[in-house]
């Protein structure tokens, strides 16, 4: 299968501070980027879909100025949780689509905790 | 509105024994299932997959069966063994290569 790397796996912060997760796919480059959000006891949601060199696209619901998201280059997607707060706590994964490939590869997630 | 659903939130098995998963979906246009195994605080991983034009698949202890007139299927492993433990989810491709989650099956093998 294919490497995905995220980083940091484990974050806790403080209410109002913003928080970066770096997602990468290390052997194939990835023209569309999707971020999933987990909570505890639910299936994986869907926030977003990214495609590298444009604006992301949102999930109803999902507000794009708290969830920012740069895919700048093929092997790089940020997503960036801005003023935190304890109900953004969760797993967030992300996910490179893999163009020819019909499985889709995830990321180990990222757990973050506000506190 | 959830489009893939699985009924069943837990599941426990003996060792050895059959485990049955099942999952329901709604939109007839997904074209590609999927199953992932998820532990906590870890991303799912892939297990087995199916094609919507086929009707089983089958790797190893892991076969998943597809039923597109009642838009349901379902994954068994045999025999099942503790290390299988886990939440699996169910997955539906839609055509813009989104992919749909059900919510999960937290299985227990017991040893």
């Known amino acids: 299968g294919a490497v995905v790397s995220q980083h940091p796996s484990w974050v806790i912060c403080k209410s109002g501070t913003s928080v970066k997760i770096e997602c990468r796919s290390l052997?194939?480059?990835?023209?569309?980027m999707f971020w999933y959000r987990q909570f505890p006891k639910q299936s994986l949601m869907l926030m977003a879909t990214?495609?590298?060199?444009?604006?992301?696209?949102?999930e109803q619901g999902v507000e794009k100025d708290k969830f920012l998201i740069n895919h700048a280059s093929l092997t790089l997607s940020t997503l960036t949780v801005t003023s935190a707060h304890p109900e953004d706590s969760s797993f967030y994964i992300c996910?490179?689509?893999?163009?020819?490939?019909?499985?889709?590869?995830f990321g180990p997630g990222t757990r973050l905790t506000v506190l | 509105d959830q489009q893939v659903k699985q009924n069943s939130p837990s599941l426990s098995v003996q060792e050895g024994r059959i485990s049955i998963l099942n999952c329901d979906y709604t939109?007839?246009?997904?074209?590609?299932f999927l199953w992932y195994k998820k532990y906590p605080a870890e991303g799912p991983t892939f297990l087995i997959s199916?094609?919507?034009?086929?009707d089983k698949n089958e790797d190893g202890r892991f076969t998943v069966f597809l039923n597109k007139s009642a838009k349901h299927l379902s994954l068994h492993i045999v025999p099942s063994q503790p290390g299988d433990s886990a939440v699996y989810f169910c997955?539906?491709?839609?055509?813009?290569?989104?992919?749909?989650f059900g919510t999960g099956t937290s299985l227990t093998v017991i040893p």
């Open positions: 996910s490179p689509y893999r163009p020819g490939v019909n499985e889709q590869f």
């Open positions: 052997d194939f480059q990835a023209t569309t």
């Open positions: 990214s495609n590298e060199g444009s604006k992301a696209t949102y």
């Open positions: 939109n007839s246009m997904f074209d590609y």
């Open positions: 199916i094609s919507s034009i086929k």
């Open positions: 997955a539906a491709r839609a055509e813009s290569n989104q992919f749909y």
